[in-house]
């Protein structure tokens, strides 16, 4: 069965948002990646409208530029200086085109509010043929929601009271107007033509658009969730913590369903848009972040932060912290990492113990194990990068590349100063500072050569553990602390 697709959407998002005690706008707080806005929006595109409207006036150009940047076929409607629902409606109304079918009405501050439930509601309202079908839950606590009037046998729905505007009867009931609908578009514009702001909060209520719809002789179905978190909005920083904690915990559970292994899911990040493949494990302590990718049967974890990054098959990233990092298949990163954008790491590649690296193409097999910056460098495959190499790429004002050919070998505590190239198969020895090209296949060396001041720590450390430990040393092996005479000479120059 195909399922129908509304002729609209219209999302409220005018509203101010005091109580978040922000200068961001209420629905560009995000949870999960994402604002609460495009969470909005995102499930009303799940919906297929052929037109989606956001209605702003709170921090207009601020929601406008977000919502032009995240996805710009949306259309911004403005509302007005009348407040209240029925009106931000009206005016969301006058950009839609379509003067027939079904038009549905989401809030900018509902955050879990998922397409399945969009498309049940546009079915359901379409099977039914009503002009009006509400999307309402049971609640614990009902204050401040409109309440649903129902006939004695329950079957209709009346129409909608506001919280401010209730008696004590009907404060009572616990069924609740999320703020969610399907209209029929000819009778929604219509009624709400006959909507005025007499009302305790002097504001054009969309809800009276329920009874309006009812006298002109039109049904009102509501549709009950089970799941209340659903229609639930973030109007202060509790609730959006909330919020948070509780679609984090349903994108957990859908990567676990499709195949994910998530060792601890209370302490575990993952945002709205990021990819698992099966068999991966995610251990704990873990946040994945933006547009991060990780393939199938890889290991991420424990305690890692990976932003915008791609961990391919089979890779091991461990304790890390990553923002723009490509990780090859099979590579190993970690422990106590830190890759910067532009980092590419080769198909079974490594990146050790305390190593940063930025803007770094490092090959298949290469390695880079410990202790060590690489930035804006290329690392040919099977080079191995000695412990505590630095990549100088950075003269004070500019920047330069370092490139290392195949299958070298740098020694450790080796400095390369960029710019500066060395050829495939070429080798440096422990210490070198490379500041001129080397060829492929040579050897590299201009540490200074070592001497050994024989005695000294006999003659200047006299008395010292350092002494004791040396004379017992030298005694051990049957040798006496030289003359040092030679050496005593040279030591004082
Ligand atoms: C509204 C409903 C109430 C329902 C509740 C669910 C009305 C009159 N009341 O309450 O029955 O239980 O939602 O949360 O509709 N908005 C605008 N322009 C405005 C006013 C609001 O765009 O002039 C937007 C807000 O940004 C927000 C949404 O509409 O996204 C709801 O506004 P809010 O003030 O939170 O809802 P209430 O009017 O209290
Ligand atoms: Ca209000």
Redesign the pocket.
Known sequence: MVCPAPAAVIV????A?TRMKSRTPKVLHPIAGRSLLMHAVTAARGAEPKELVV?V?HERDQVAEHLEASDAAVLVAD?DEV??????VQCGLEKVTASEGTVLVT???VPLLDAPTLRELTEVHEDSGAAVTVLTAHVDDPT???RILRSDDGSEVLG?V?HKDADETQRAIHE????IYAFDLAVLRRALDEVTTDNAQG?M???DVLAIARAHGGAVRALVTGDAMLVE?A?NRVQLAQLGKELNRRILERHMRAGVTIIDPDTTWIDADVQIGQDTTIRPGVQLHGATVIGQDAQVGPDSTLIDTRVDDGAQVVRTESHGAVIGAGATVGPFTYLRPGTVLGESGKIGGFCETKNAVIGPKAKVPHLSYVGDAEIGEGTNIGAATIFANYDGVNKHRTTVGKHVRVGSDNVLVAPVAIGDGAATGAGTTVRKDIPPGALAVNAVSQRNVEGWTMRRRAGTAAEQAARAALDAAGQTPGSGQDDKEREQR
């Not at 409220?12 to 509203?15: E, F, S």
């Not at 609740?176 to 703020?179: E, F, R």
């Open positions: 409220l998002a005018a509203g948002g209605v006036r509302q407040p209240g629902t029925g009106r931000a809030y900018g501050d401040g929601y409109g909608i506001e609740i107007n999320s703020g504001e209520y969309l809800t909005g109007n």
